[in-house]
């Protein structure tokens, strides 16, 4: 079976497969409106789909695509004057990329080297400390925009996203009655994703060994790709062998840290995310016939 990922957006769900991504969105009248957009052919390039450059994609997924549609649902609730667009969006979106870096991986990295000059502590219990730091960081990040009602309703959207998805892989019909039976939590979650490259973080970040102040911080950028590609394979792995007691227990926290993103969806809230994940079922099948003729 196919393995179909999504993402929460305001009031609204991105679905996408390997041909198409396609969002569908509550506007402020109550209706449902789609965004349709075909995927580039890099997600279907064998290179692209080796194992663990195809982390990379997965990082481009969250950065790239994920925050495109995130622009366009935001803009569908602003009145006309506020929309994101041209190079207003592009600020907007370069601005929290940079934030996201500096605050998960240069500041916990500033932290922990302070930390090893002031202490005298060795280089594997400094990255310990800067993995911590790290993961504090996301998860009271995490926690603080999840007591803002508006991002609330945001992660019931992701809660409904990965209902559906469960609901799709378990052959359910999908309806919001049937739907809402399934859990909220789901292994191949970006949040999940998210968590395993922190871990990985530590390890790599370890094994580089002690570091000037300046490749520390060089290298939490640099190694950003190659952090993602593990990270994409243990989920995948993870992912493929859920039903072994081992992987299952590994799983855990990842499925614990999903506690955070997620909400209860309501029926209006399912039936968008199974608006999304139907419109993209229709258009990937023709759009992979087309590539075939």
């Given at each position: 079976?196919?393995?179909y ?6 009031e ?144 019931a ?30 292994p ?20 580089l ?46 499925l ?38």
């Amino acid at each position: 079976m196919p393995a179909y990922g999504g993402q929460a957006l305001i009031e609204g769900v991105l679905m996408r497969s390997r041909y198409v991504a396609v969002a569908a969105m509550r506007t402020p009248e109550g209706q449902i409106t789609l965004h349709v957009e075909p995927l580039s052919n890099i997600y279907r390039s064998k290179f692209w789909q080796l194992p663990f450059v195809r982390g990379v994609i997965a990082l481009w997924d969250a950065l790239g695509l994920g925050m495109r549609f995130l622009t366009i649902s935001a803009n569908l609730q602003a009145p006309e004057e506020e929309k994101l667009e041209g190079k207003s969006a592009i600020l907007t979106v370069g601005v929290s990329l940079i934030l996201a870096i500096g605050l998960f991986f240069l500041i916990p990295a500033g932290i922990a080297q302070f930390l090893q000059n002031l202490l005298s502590i060795n280089a594997f219990a400094s990255n310990l400390i800067e993995g911590v730091v790290r993961l504090i960081f996301v998860i009271g990040y995490i926690w603080g925009i999840g007591q803002i009602p508006e991002i609330q309703r945001v992660f019931a959207y992701h809660g409904a996203e990965h209902k559906t998805i469960n609901a799709f892989e378990g052959e359910a019909e999908l309806t919001p009655e049937k739907v809402r039976e399934y859990p909220l939590e789901h292994p191949r979650c970006g949040t999940s994703f998210l968590l395993t490259l922190i871990i990985v973080s530590i390890i790599v970040f370890t094994l580089l060994g002690d570091l000037t102040p300046f490749w520390r911080i060089a290298t939490r950028v640099i190694f950003l790709p190659v952090l993602a590609g593990i990270a994409y394979e243990y989920i995948r792995w993870s992912a493929n062998h859920i039903e072994n007691p081992l992987v299952k227990s590994l799983i855990q926290p990842n499925l614990a840290l999903q506690r955070l993103t997620t909400r209860e969806p309501d029926p209006s809230m399912l039936q968008v995310a199974i608006t999304a994940f139907t419109e993209m079922l229709r258009l990937e099948k023709e759009y992979s016939q087309s590539q075939e003729m």
